[in-house]
């Protein structure tokens, strides 16, 4: 008995591979040792970055000011900022700031409605991620997220004050032009490609080709000032919509137009007989490509749909050009202030960690849909 143990136990030592073969050490002799030029510039880059990161670490931890006195008369002292500016970050900006470079210049007395919101939102993104909730039911969820987010924003109901749109700021503005935008942008964008591969309605296949042409052919920010500036000149006398819509608007209409030809790409790539197929089975064409076509062709452009999601998520700062303060501006006005000029770095380090933040995890989330339908189309 205590033979047949002690073999069983040494056969998986056996047969495991020896570290130089298999593992770290081998990946680092194959790709980063395997020659005397290799490693020269493995440990150049290696000497360099450790010299980069000892002299960040120095820098934002370690000589950094974290809160800077207060003056008799009230207001901040930033005396220890300027002792410090070579050697040391100056973290008391962000703590002076944050509120403004968060919610903008939303009444501050009522932050706590925008900071609800953020945390909405997020709840939204993270519901909509997991596949136990890929019901008809999520489609009421975020109708009443969005309703009570609306809600918290405006105000004017149960006791909370109304406050207009014009002073409506930071990260909460970013998040709804990023999620309206791809929203909205997102169905559109089917039809498009839908109506651009259509073969018997020339004339819709032709609207399809110029709409997508003409918007790719022009920079957002063009779109941006058309509908801030020459959209209100075509309105009825009177009707004047808020710059928010406007600007939702002409993200809503450039985000479809790429989005559409990240789909037309998926629908051609899908094999000829998918489509026979589903004419064999006697289906309509709206069955057959909402139960056959779309899931297959959405399936084989999710990296290039993330990386085009990604990619409007960060372009959501370009509505500054018509004076809406979204996060990436609000964190420009609040270096206005005449004794934090001269400490960008530190608002802009942080302002690249939430947006890296919100694109690595869309980034993550596409990558972990790309190995679960992988391992579907395996089985």
Known sequence: MSTTTTTHAAVPERERPPAMVYGPIAWARANLFNSWWSTAVTLALIYLLVKWAVGFIDWAFVNAVWTVPTTPQGTLDPTPCRNAKEIGACWAVIGDKYRFILFGRYPYDEQWRPAICIVLFIALYVMSAMRRFWRKELALIWIAMLTVIGVLMWGGVLGMPYVPQDTWGGLPITLILATFGLAFAFPLAILVALGRRSTKLPAVRMLCVVYVELIRGVPLISLLFMASVMFPLFMPVGMNPDKLLRAQVAIILFAAAYLAEVVRGGLQALPKGQYEAADALGLSYWQKTGLIIMPQALRLVIPPLVNTF??????????????????????????AEPIWQGYSSEVYIVLAIIYFIFCWCMARYSRGLEQEFSRAARR
Do not use: R
């Not at 990604?310 to 964190?331: A, E, M, P, Y």
């Open 310 to 335: 990604i990619g409007f998520f960060k372009d959501t700062s370009l509505v500054l050009i018509i004076g809406i303060f979204d996060l990436l501006t609000s964190g420009k006005v609040a270096l």
